[in-house]
């Protein structure tokens, strides 16, 4: 199982990204996928969930309304369009599977949100 994570970078506040996650190494298609991200400092958290078939998501309070999960089960990608960026945004973000009661993580991606 491989997550690799791209699109982090420096936005100011008020912008926008968009994080990809890439996998491979299962049926991507047969699992739910989910983001998370840590804070220096703080505790790992969760962001966003989707289910296998993408019908199905939910979010961290913190940022309903401005992110949104996807996932595209042809590209074996699952993507978080982030809006409305703040600073308190600013964290690793890590692309996440569970699988046979094991979990896995891709190498995370920095989404860093400062003027």
């Known amino acids: 199982v491989q997550l690799v994570e791209s699109g982090g970078g420096l936005v100011r506040p008020g912008g926008s990204l968009r994080l990809s996650c890439a996998a491979s190494g299962f049926t991507f298609s047969s699992y739910a996928m989910s983001w998370y991200r840590q804070a220096p400092g703080s505790e790992r958290e969760l962001v966003a969930s989707?289910?296998?078939?993408?019908?199905?998501?939910n979010y961290a309070n913190s940022v309903k309304g401005r992110f949104t999960i996807s996932r595209d089960n042809t590209k074996n990608t699952v993507y978080l369009q982030m809006n409305s960026l703040k600073p308190e945004d600013t964290a690793v973000y890590y692309c996440y599977t569970w699988i046979g009661r094991v979990n896995y993580w891709g190498q995370g991606t920095q989404v860093t949100v400062s003027s």
């Open positions: 989707i289910s296998s078939a993408g019908g199905s998501t």
